[in-house]
């Protein structure tokens, strides 16, 4: 039941300030993280860890690589991000001290799946972050972390990502405060972002008519960029994804500072960028430097739309667009800077006269390797 939506996509983004609230609930209070199913695995175990290996699929991936720079940054362990089916292939260095931490909302992605077995058979502990109760790659790891973003209908995933996201980074605070990692203060600060997170997220779905009308102009465009860096690197990559996936049109996500490695050959004048602009106040520095790589496309003709914080006039000298999302500190700022470009794809797939809600060539959940 799409519930007075007009498509299911719509319907999932519009519940994502639930689906991050559903997922923190029980997990997260005033003293801290504390997920029952870690505790379960026994703290000496996550003290022990060495090195982390996410592994996923698709948008799932995206998820684990945003989740990588929280982990890394707050539990202090080496962790890198592998696609479920190039990890089994490199004959991965893998020990007792591994940890892989699978991403799968369906729980049923045979590349991650297979992908699982394999470090089990390793002697790796495994922990699955999955949408769906029961499924397989939950079973059959050491531990799950359910997302709680409810069933997820359309091929294109949204709630699903912000839920993953949501939960991988529990999973970082949980391990800092088992590691000592943490100091109490930073602690209570990603306590109250995340307390704070689903009204912002409720507030940055409202981007959608500002969008609507951006998509509206740009129907017949045939490529659109996405730029971002840090953590706003893998959402450009999933702002790409989901624009290939339901509007068919050809999209690519770069890391920032890539840009004068190659692809800034590409911009051309009227070429469609988006860049996803960090916080002035809490990264002032990445900040000024993509503040740079906007006024380098503009100069070659780029036409920008910033999704930035509210307040950040920086750009306006420079962009076309400007997008503005509340104000949260730089790892929490991804979890708002995708539902724009959610939008956009389902705008720019509803002006094309597509359906939104089960593209070409695709299934919800990918069952053969
Ligand atoms: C993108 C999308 C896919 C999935 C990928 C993994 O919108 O839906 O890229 O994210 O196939 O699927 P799960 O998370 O079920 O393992």
Redesign the pocket.
Known sequence: DKGGWSSFMAKEINEQADAVGNTLRGRISSAGVEIPELTALGDDRLREIDRIIII?????SYAGHVGSYAIEQWARVPVEVQLSHEFRYRDPVLSDRTLVISV???GE?MD?LMAVKYAIERGVTTISVCNTQSATIPRESDAAVYTHAGPEVA???TK?FVAQITAIYLIGLHLARVRGTFSAEEQTRAVEQFEALPAKVAEAIETRDQIAQLAHWMADTRSVLFLGRHVGYPIALEGA??LK?IAYIHAEGFAAGELKHGPIALIDHGQPVFVLVPSPRTSPIMHSKVVSNIQEIRARGARVIAVVEKGDTAVLPYADDVVRLPLADTLFEPLLQVIPLQWFALELSTAKGLDVDQPRNLAK??TVE
């Open positions: 996923a699929c698709g948008t799932a799968s909302q369906s992605t991650t091929v294109a995933s699903a994804l989901k996936e959940s990918v």
